[in-house]
């Protein structure tokens, strides 16, 4: 969407297959792999920093933070985005599927920013200028099982579960947890509350 509006456009994930999805869509896009607490990009980089899903798993989300401010030049908003209390998400149960072939993961979890007031405390404790935390609906729609599972078996901890159990394995036990959200016509459909902060980059950078 950022690309069609004439963006120039660069990602940064840990797992290749989502990359692959990205270069698709975007082939002129810069895509790297890469850790989020240490971003391979310039100081001052970017206009607009997001984090889909992102900043929660990391090992000190603070630090990720930190990050994403020092490649932000002055001014930048810095999107953060993340999954809703878990009672919200219907997605919760391709989660608990993937928990199921995995073994007890180090907290923090997916959800572990979800909770009132922790989002905005992170941001402020990075050095950035943090604005009101909203909430939206935020679907899942997949025409068929086919596309469900290139995605849902896509994401890292998906990766992790299958390096861990077995790719057959994997797939078998997200189709069981999913099945409640199968759709007459075949695809799944999955409700979801996601909350997303927008913070501002400080005027004046200084590195850390």
Partial sequence: MAAKQGARVSGLDTTEPLLEIARERVPHGDFRAGDMEELPFSNQTFDMI????SFQFAASPVNALQEARRVSRPGASVIVGLWGKREDVEAAAYIAALGSVLPPPPPPGPFALSADGVLETLVAQAGLIAGNVEEIDCAWNYPDEKTALRG?????PAIRAIQHAGEETVRDAVLKGIAPFKTPSGGYQFRNKARFLVARAQRKWQSR
Avoid: D, E, P, V
């Avoid at 997001?50 to 899903?53: A, D, I, K, V």
């Avoid at 849902?152 to 890292?156: D, E, K, N, R, V």
């Fill in 50 to 53: 997001t984090g889909f899903n």
């Fill in 152 to 156: 849902l078996l896509s994401a890292g």
